[in-house]
């Protein structure tokens, strides 16, 4: 998430916003990130969060409301609204709500996506990829809101690397924002790669109870994780990314190749686990 505040706070101090709104959940890491950055750089920060947002019914379970990253929200000094469970669409509407409450009191506002997704941060993952030293044939992550996802397929294409995405949302749809976000790079880069739903391998079956809730593969990733490499994973993104690669190495899927499992953080939400 650090990678894609590099331009989102960029331009926001380039613009002179005095605060900054978004949503999330609320063990959301983006949020935890944008909030300290707000800190640093003295932009009053809002964010609108529900426990357990979801696209079409409500899952069971989810992370306390209390610990993990809202207590870090709390250090940072951000402003947390938490409202009822509901659809995502009710939360966007709310950061709506929100920044439009804002602006209304006289501030420059600055409202970002969910997870900061937008071109900015796929472009920030577009460039991230040329920090790989060595060649893949599989670069493994957890996809969710979609910036990563597009900026990473977005960056090896064309080449000898593919991206699996492992997702975290049990929304198959998701696809069609990554090509959008895509074609929104191909305006920031010049390069005209026209990625298409065919170009993103976007990987559902370890999705588990949905978003926002541990399953329990994702649980025994993070002990093998933890127990053999002495990393720590979190449980909604990448305990879940690990156990969709520890799976697919075991069904012999990943046979000959050579993987790269891209780590995108989140371990706060460890000490929020129901």
């Known amino acids: ?107 420059n506002v600055f409202e970002i996506p969910i997870g900061g997704s937008s071109p900015q941060g796929a472009y920030a993952f577009y460039e991230a990829a040329s920090e790989l030293t060595e060649k893949f044939d599989i670069v493994i992550s957890a996809s969710s809101s979609g910036s990563t996802q597009t900026g990473l397929t977005y960056a090896f294409h064309g080449s000898s690397t593919r991206y699996h995405g492992v997702a975290c949302d049990p929304e198959p749809e998701m696809v069609l924002e990554f090509v959008e976000l895509a074609r929104q790079l191909d305006q920031i880069t010049g390069l005209s790669r026209q990625l298409t739903v065919d170009d993103f391998t976007y990987d559902l079956r370890f999705v588990g109870p949905g978003y926002g809730v541990a399953s329990e593969g994702s649980l025994d990733a993070i002990r093998v994780a933890a127990q053999r490499e002495g990393v720590f994973l979190d449980p909604i993104y990448t305990g879940k990314a690990f156990h969709g690669l520890l799976e697919m190495a075991r069904s012999g899927e990943l046979a000959g190749k050579k993987v790269c499992f891209w780590h995108t953080g989140g371990t706060p939400a460890l000490f929020a686990l129901p």
């Open 1 to 107: 998430k650090g990678r894609k505040l590099e331009y989102l706070l960029g331009e926001a101090v380039a613009r002179g916003y005095d605060t900054i709104v978004t949503c999330g959940s609320a063990q959301s890491n983006f949020i935890r990130q944008l909030a300290t950055g707000c800190a640093m750089l003295g932009i009053r920060f809002i964010a609108v969060v529900m426990q357990l947002p979801y696209e079409f019914e409500p899952a069971d379970g989810g992370m306390r409301t209390e610990g993990g990253n809202l207590l870090l929200d709390e250090f940072a000094g951000a402003e947390m609204r938490l409202i009822p469970n509901d659809k995502w669409d009710v939360l966007m509407a709310a950061s709506r709500a929100l920044r439009d409450e804002q602006v209304a009191l006289g501030r």
